[in-house]
């Protein structure tokens, strides 16, 4: 059984940035695939980003490309998201995933474990 945290999350103003961390614990991080979705309110929960258990292959989704970083410390068992020029539409929980078989990183039923999520909310 794998255990996630995440941690990061805050109020911000439109512009700021923020660093998620999601820490696991319960099994090898290196060999499981990472990812953080988030979910608005009154939304279906999105693919943001995911990771590959080695750290070279990543995905992001478009609404976030070229503002938001994935990475991952597999000595720390610890994935991160750094999130720049923050909008209000970022507003959500947003949440760390992990599978060992995960064959799409954008599709949600491909992940086993995911944490308790993390707010986000950005203001205009």
Do not use: H
């Not at 988030?38 to 070279?56: K, L, T, Y």
């Not at 991952?72 to 959500?92: E, G, I, V």
Request: aromatic letters at 10%; glycine letters at 12%; proline letters at 2%.
């Amino acid at each position: 059984q794998v255990q996630l945290v995440e941690s990061g999350g805050g109020s911000v103003q439109a512009g700021d940035s923020l660093r998620l961390s999601c820490t696991a614990s319960g099994a090898a991080f290196s060999g499981l695939v990472m990812a953080w979705f988030r979910q608005a309110p009154g939304s279906e929960r999105e693919f943001v980003a995911g990771i590959s258990w080695g750290g070279r292959d990543t995905d992001y989704a478009d609404s976030v490309k070229g503002r938001c970083s994935i990475s991952r410390d597999n000595a720390a068992s610890t994935m991160y998201l750094q999130m720049n020029s923050l909008k209000p539409d970022d507003t959500a929980v947003y949440y760390c995933a992990a599978g060992a078989l995960v064959i799409n990183l954008p599709q949600s039923a491909d992940y086993d474990y995911w944490g308790q999520g993390t707010q986000v909310s950005v203001s205009s």
